[in-house]
């Protein structure tokens, strides 16, 4: 299985909503990744899980709340969010330490009204 | 800090010519090299990888990728392209740090 899987696929929520996206992948892998894409722009990491702890965050706003409950699950918890936060949210995978590539998610697209 | 720099933001083709597009990095150190591509409303797909070991790649649907250190580049290379190949493809660089960073994506479009 070198699935993972993201739900749900589009979602839409007023600026005073809360949401949360999830994520799940059982390669074992214990490195866990968010990525935000805008149309026509490459993906932007967000957050990395190592170990379920987080270990990078890239400044990302405080309305993003990342949560990683166990080795196979990342959650992406939405408040407050702004219409130019509307993206493809994607999740990814992949081992920790040595060679590795990430495994990614076919992603979120949200929609902030 | 790590940068991916890629110079073709957007590449016209007719079906059957030669490809070649341009990937660049900052990172000094150790790292592990990618091309992934997004067709039209689709995720992600990993189309080739270097990690090691001998600098000429090859991938899915017969793309090939040269890691040349000297230049810090990894160039993405298909003999012979086809109408199915219009997507955008995203060159990736990952350092020692677990860090995957993406450069600015080529738009690629093939006429048939």
């Known amino acids: 299985d070198t699935e993972v899987t993201q739900t749900p696929k589009h979602l839409v929520m007023g600026m005073t909503n809360k949401k949360s996206l999830k994520c799940e992948q059982h390669?074992?892998?214990?490195?866990m990744y968010w990525y935000k894409q805008k149309a026509k722009k490459p993906p932007e990491l967000m957050f990395v899980y190592s170990y379920e702890k987080l270990s990078i965050n890239e400044s990302v706003p405080s309305r993003f709340s990342p949560e990683c409950p166990n080795s196979s699950l990342l959650n992406l918890h939405l408040h407050a969010l702004q219409p130019e936060d509307s993206a493809l949210y994607l999740c990814?995978?992949?081992?920790?330490?040595?060679?590795?590539?990430?495994?990614f998610g076919q992603g979120t697209r949200l929609t902030v009204v | 800090a790590q940068s991916v720099s890629q110079h073709n933001h957007h590449v016209i083709l007719s079906e059957a010519a030669s490809l070649e597009l341009g990937c660049n990095y900052s990172y000094g150190g150790t790292v592990n090299l990618f091309w992934y591509v997004q067709y039209p409303g689709q995720h992600l797909q990993l189309l080739l990888k270097?990690?090691?070991?001998?600098?000429l790649v090859k991938g899915i649907k017969g793309f090939e990728a040269e890691f040349i250190k000297s230049k810090f580049s990894f160039n993405l290379r298909k003999p012979s392209v086809q109408w199915s190949d219009t997507a955008e493809y995203f060159c990736a660089v990952r350092n020692a740090g677990n860090m995957l960073t993406f450069g600015g994506g080529t738009r690629l479009m093939v006429k048939p």
């Open positions: 990814a995978s992949s081992q920790v330490g040595g060679d590795w590539e990430a495994f």
């Open positions: 270097y990690f090691s070991g001998d600098p």
């Open positions: 390669m074992g892998h214990r490195a």
